[in-house]
């Protein structure tokens, strides 16, 4: 299957700081990708879904101005965790996938651990 | 949105076959069932996935029952290696929605 990178794989900051993930298709086109949030034990939650040049649409309770992403090219997009704190803390996984694709064809990234003490 | 349902854990003996359940009653006709796994600590990974006919690829089989309500996933000779929460996934239209999914243990 295709590859999908994230860098960095983890990550430390202080509270109050801003982090930024970084989200690449290696050898494919991306016009959609997905961010995916997960806390210790417990499954894969939905973030947001980023079309490339456009404005990421966030699920129900996931606040905008908290989580930034950008997908400017269709092999970058980026999560920004702006004013992290403790509770940031947690694994965070990006997917992407090429529009007309079938829906299995949606490849994951190896996810970035964020720390924020 | 159709829903899964699935046993939060199984045990399966190393050389074994891996039979995970899933319900999911509220499928719609035209709706397919994914099978996700993930190892400790990384992405997800892509398995098998159906509609109506049995599926098998070099991962595993799919069994989907005639009335689509529940299916399994089958790994014939598990591994040690298989070890991973494996996800049923009914999906939404343009995303993957993951539900709690099956922490498989396989054991020596």
């Known amino acids: 299957g295709a590859v999908v990178s994230q860098h960095p794989s983890r990550v430390i900051c202080k509270s109050g700081t801003s982090v930024k993930i970084e989200c690449r298709s290696l050898d494919f086109q991306a016009t959609t990708m997905f961010w995916y949030r997960q806390f210790p034990k417990k499954s894969l939650m939905l973030m947001a879904t980023?079309?490339?040049?456009?404005?990421?649409?966030?699920e129900q309770g996931v606040e905008k101005d908290k989580f930034l992403i950008n997908h400017a090219s269709l092999t970058l997009s980026t999560l920004t965790v702006t004013s992290a704190h403790p509770e940031d803390s947690s694994f965070y996984i990006c997917?992407?996938?090429?529009?007309?694709?079938?829906?299995?064809?949606?490849?994951f990234g190896p996810g970035t651990r964020l720390t924020v003490l | 949105d159709a829903k899964t349902t699935q046993p939060p854990s199984m045990d399966c003996a190393e050389g074994r076959a891996a039979n995970l359940p899933c319900n999911h009653s509220?499928?719609?006709?035209?709706?397919?069932v994914y099978w996700y796994r993930q190892i400790h600590s990384q992405g997800p990974q892509y398995i098998i996935h159906?509609?109506?006919n049995n599926e098998t690829n070099e991962m595993a089989s799919l069994i989907i029952t005639e009335d689509r309500k529940s299916s399994t996933l089958i790994l014939p000779h598990a591994t040690l290696r298989d070890t991973a929460v494996y996800y049923c996934i009914v999906r939404v239209p343009g995303k993957l929605i993951f539900g709690q999914g099956t922490t498989l243990q396989v054991k020596p």
């Open positions: 997917s992407a996938r090429t529009e007309g694709q079938p829906l299995h064809e949606q490849f």
């Open positions: 980023s079309n490339e040049g456009s404005k990421a649409t966030y």
């Open positions: 159906g509609l109506k």
């Open positions: 509220t499928i719609s006709g035209n709706e397919y």
